[in-house]
């Protein structure tokens, strides 16, 4: 694979849920290094793409590569499935998610948190995850924190803690699905530096956000979902500064 080509491809993605279609023809591409945000109202999909993408949830119609490779599908329409289990497991692991609860493990440190993956589904070495799982902790700032029990950090904390855990597993792109937007404002910063880092170092990111100075800041090109359909996309600083769809220009609005 060329060392710029795309880590993850969307094409043409249809999903409905019990017969009602919530993503209606969405194509997402995100190149080794970048950051994409999707942004839109509550319902627009925005979740349900991420969702898909990491084969969270089955799709009806559509492809979905990652570094190329299509996934296998077997079956149609409602019936389609990701037919090879070893094939999901690669993408799942590869594409990690970063979700707006946390979800952290209460009865595990937040040292076993982030090392739990990694050695029980990779099969990694324990000494060496344990090694990198510390690595990550500094790197997002709670190094101190290895012995806490999630329940004895701030929400902020927490989220870093998630991100360790997602970059533990050394994917090829992070998927966040709104990671800012269970925090209150001053912890909710604590996040955002953290995510500008790593955009930094050139991570590739999918970013679900309703942050639209992250998305701004961050982002190489930026999504505007409505009703599950891409309404308007674009490099941040034209799509901010000059939103051509009425339908954005009236979400930022309500954004402010
Ligand atoms: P967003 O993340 O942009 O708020 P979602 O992807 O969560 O939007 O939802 C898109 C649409 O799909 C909404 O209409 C929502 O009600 C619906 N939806 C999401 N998850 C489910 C589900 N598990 N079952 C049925 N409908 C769902
Ligand atoms: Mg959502």
Redesign the pocket.
């Known amino acids: 694979m060329a060392k710029d080509g795309p880590v993850l491809e969307i094409r043409n993605l249809h ?1 409905a ?2 017969g ?1 279609e ?2 209606k023809g969405v194509d997402i591409t995100a190149r080794r290094g970048d950051v994409v945000s ?1 942004i ?12 898909c993408a990491n084969l969270l ?1 089955d799709s009806q119609k559509g492809d979905i590569l990652f570094e190329g490779e299509a996934v296998h599908w077997r079956g149609e329409g409602d019936g389609r499935r990701p037919g090879d289990p070893r094939q999901v497991l690669r993408i799942r692991t590869n594409l990690s998610m970063v979700f707006q609860q946390f979800n952290l493990w209460a009865h595990m440190t937040i040292l076993q948190n982030v090392m739990e993956a990694p050695v029980t589904v990779l099969g990694r070495d324990k000494a060496e995850v344990e090694a990198s799982a510390r690595r990550y902790l500094d790197k997002v700032g709670i190094g101190d924190k290895c012995d806490a029990w999630p329940a004895q950090l701030s929400g902020g904390q927490q989220q870093r803690a998630a991100i360790a855990r997602a970059l533990c597993m050394e994917p090829k792109a992070l998927l966040f ?2 990671p800012t937007s269970a925090l209150d404002p001053e912890l909710e910063q604590e996040v955002v530096r953290v995510i500008k880092d790593l955009a930094a170092e050139g991570r590739t990111m999918l970013i ?1 956000t309703h942050d639209m100075k992250m998305a701004q800041d961050v982002s190489d090109h930026v999504v505007f ?1 409505h ?2 359909r891409i309404e308007e996309q674009g490099p941040p600083d034209t799509l901010f500064a000059n939103p051509e769809s009425p339908r954005l220009r009236g979400f930022l609005s309500s954004t402010q």
């Open positions: 999903k849920y019990s009602l919530v993503i999707l839109g109202s509550s319902g627009s999909g925005k979740s349900t793409i991420l969702r949830e699905d709104e679900v979902l009703k599950g």
